[in-house]
């Protein structure tokens, strides 16, 4: 686990004021060099505040649910998102890998039938070469985002498991 998802578990938590102080200066070092974390614990300061204004001893019931379903809701959103996030980096890492691992093979395939028919080297097959390149690379990215929706539908079944 990283230094910043460890942050981001206590950031509601330092909105709230519920850190010991050791936690709290880590969480306060964090969010000084990531954007993302700081305005993660802007976005719970209104909260923790709505949540410290309310009378004591006892908490009227609505509101603490309310703001308990807004933080879940809130959470469950935020991991939706950094996973789909992971996923699209996944996808265009994988789609690249592949079109530039297999181009020379398919490049060497194609060129000898391509020799075959036309001896000669000529502009136009010049051209051929960036057209089937590009067909190449549409084709390599087809195969990521297949392979991507696959991976997709069964991690999500996992996780419906878990
Ligand atoms: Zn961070």
Same mark, same amino acid.
């Given at each position: ?6 942050? $981001?578990?206590?950031? %509601?938590?330092? !909105?709230?004021?519920? =850190? ?6 880590? /969480?306060?070092?964090? #969010? ?53 996030? $992971?996923?699209?980096? %996944?996808?265009? !890492?994988?789609?690249? =890998? ?6 020379? /093979?398919?490049?060497? #395939? ?53």
């Amino acid at each position: 686990m990283s230094e910043h998802d460890k942050i $981001r578990e206590l950031l %509601a938590l330092a !909105a709230a004021g519920a =850190l010991t102080a050791a936690e709290e200066k880590q /969480v306060a070092e964090h #969010v000084r060099s990531c954007v993302s974390c700081s305005n993660e614990l802007d976005a719970w300061r209104p909260i923790a505040s709505e949540l410290r204004r309310l009378p004591t001893p006892q908490p009227s019931s609505w509101l603490v649910q309310a703001t308990l379903a807004r933080a879940e809701a809130k959470l469950t959103e935020q991991a939706e998102h950094d996973w789909n996030r $992971r996923v699209m980096i %996944a996808v265009v !890492a994988f789609a690249w =890998l592949l079109t530039i691992a297999s181009w020379p /093979v398919f490049h060497s #395939v194609s060129g000898r039938f391509g020799s075959l028919l036309e001896p000669q080297f000529s502009p136009t097959q010049f051209g051929q070469t960036w057209i089937s390149f590009a067909a190449f690379t549409a084709l390599g990215w087809l195969a990521g985002g297949v392979a991507a929706v696959m991976l997709a539908i069964r991690q999500r079944g996992e996780r419906r498991l878990a």
